[in-house]
């Protein structure tokens, strides 16, 4: 009974840091990898480093990025943070 009284405080500190640190990440990667996954033409996106454009081509690894200047770069797709309008959007709009 003594040696349950003291793995318990252990044991319940690991379930407090899965549900609280471990989980939350593991969601925030997933939805992060799903994003750069589903990344489409003409989306509006913004890059880690805070370079807005407009996605012009896709390859596996990379994607083409339009710049406001009209000059196109290449990055990574894990460089894209966030898309700040999907294509789907400009085409709903018009």
Not at 3 to 22: C, D, K, Q, S, V
Not at 25 to 33: C, G
Not at 66 to 90: H, M, P, Q
Request: hydrophobic share 45%.
């Amino acid at each position: 009974m003594e040696m349950l009284g003291t793995i318990a405080p252990l044991l319940l500190m690991f379930a407090l840091f899965y549900f609280l640190l471990i989980r939350p990440q593991q969601k925030r990667q997933k939805a992060v990898q799903q994003m750069q996954n589903d990344l489409k033409k003409g989306d509006k996106i913004v890059t880690i480093g805070g370079l807005h454009g407009i996605v012009d081509a896709i390859d596996e690894g990379q994607i083409v990025i339009k710049c406001g200047d009209g000059s196109r770069l290449t990055y990574d797709r894990a460089a894209v943070r966030e898309v700040i309008e999907s294509s789907n959007d400009l085409l709903a709009k018009s």
